[in-house]
């Protein structure tokens, strides 16, 4: 089973910094791990919405 998160980065428009709502995947490696980006989104409405679909 794959796990997701949701975790909370910076990004840019042009040069004006904005928060981006990133959406995650584990995945898992012989010895560890890492998490991938799946999605980001402006709000945190969006990327939970995007998280419940991929948790069913």
């Keep these: 089973m794959e ?5 909370r980065g910076e990004g840019y428009n042009g ?3 904005i928060i981006i709502y990133w959406v ?3 995945k898992d490696k012989r ?3 890492e998490w ?3 999605k980001g ?3 945190y409405k969006r990327a939970k919405e ?7």
Excluded: G, H
């Excluded at 998280?51 to 069913?56: A, G, M, S, V």
């Design 3 to 7: 796990r997701y998160r949701i975790i």
């Design 15 to 17: 040069c004006i910094p």
């Design 24 to 26: 995650q995947v584990r």
């Design 31 to 33: 010895i560890s791990s």
């Design 36 to 38: 991938v980006n799946v």
């Design 41 to 43: 989104f402006d709000t």
């Design 50 to 56: 995007l998280l419940d679909i991929l948790n069913e």
